[in-house]
């Protein structure tokens, strides 16, 4: 099968503690191509992004402070693949997260 531009994560509700937001299904590969997170609370919150499988902080690739009110992108994480069987976990209290990319089905 080709290479498929697609959302990856749409509107996932954050919470205190890293969970899985995506996962690459068995024979596919991805890439991700944007990122953006929403902090609608009066408040800063820290957003935490790991890539493996587990969220620990090996896997770790990012870690950013987001304004209360704001959205914004996360630049850092453009262009990191993501292996067959790995996931995408992410942590931000009460903040939203999108994330756009391709997909590769072997």
Known sequence: MPLSYKVLVSGASLSGSAA???TALALTS?????VSVN????APVTFE???GSAA???T???TKSIPAGKSVPVSEVVG???EAGMQLFALGAGMFL????SEYVQ
């Open 56 to 58: 620990t902080n090996n």
């Open 80 to 82: 990191h693949k993501i």
């Open 20 to 22: 899985s937001v995506y």
């Open 49 to 51: 992004l790991y890539l």
């Open 60 to 62: 770790k690739i990012v």
């Open 39 to 42: 902090n609608p609370t009066g």
């Open 30 to 34: 991805a890439t991700i191509s944007a």
């Open 98 to 101: 999108n994330i756009s990319g």
